[in-house]
């Protein structure tokens, strides 16, 4: 397999496990955790980072925003070796008291984007792997951190995310909204691979409240402190894995 055309990558340059944040200034935030840090490649929205977390060798790689550029990240990595997926995002709460801060750990991700549909039908669950599901939350655990358990929703219009569609979202119990687990979790299953996701709440619709709405940066503060208290969740979660 040659170097995959956007990540820049080649068989031997990544690890079996990969975690996937959108934002690629979060692989900086994520490396910081961890030692023997070593830069792959950087293009468009994807940069590619090596490192070991209590001697497990991990790569991240930043996805960009939405599902079609995640798609392609998750492809061109499964091509190279990459066999587990670990988003670690930030979502939008559609349920009232879950707060800015808060983490929620995706047990399914309810099909509202475009491109999970061109690979199988919206009938086919966007569901993560149930190991990696398990020791999200065991680590949250472990740590002594609350997180929230349940379905959330991928969606592909970020500015239209309001009136009935958070009413239906709120009335099926859907814990909140991002725009990339719907497809990994997809992509994941349909190739064989693991994949989870654990997502910092920047915002709640339901309470009227969106990242960067009160403040000149996109996010506040709390859900900035937060991140960090996932990252710490997650790099626990698949130091074994």
Known sequence: M?????LLVEEGDVADLALVPG???RVERIAGHCDDVTHVSTNREYAVVNATYEGRPLTICSTGIGCPSAAIAVEELSRVGVETFVRV???GALQSGIEIGDMI???GAAKFEGTSKRYESVKFPAVPDFDVLRRLVDSAE???EDVHV????????YYSEEGSFVDDCEAAGILSVEME???LFTLARRKGLRAGAICTVDGNLVEGTQKGADSEE???EKAKDNVERAIGITLDAVADL
């Open 181 to 183: 687990a719907a497809t």
């Open 23 to 25: 934002d690629p200034g």
């Open 105 to 107: 750990v995706a047990t």
């Open 150 to 157: 349940g379905p959330i929703v991928s969606d592909d219009a």
């Open 218 to 220: 996109e996010l506040p």
């Open 89 to 91: 995002g930030t979502t």
């Open 142 to 144: 472990s740590r002594g």
């Open 2 to 6: 040659g170097k995959q055309p956007h």
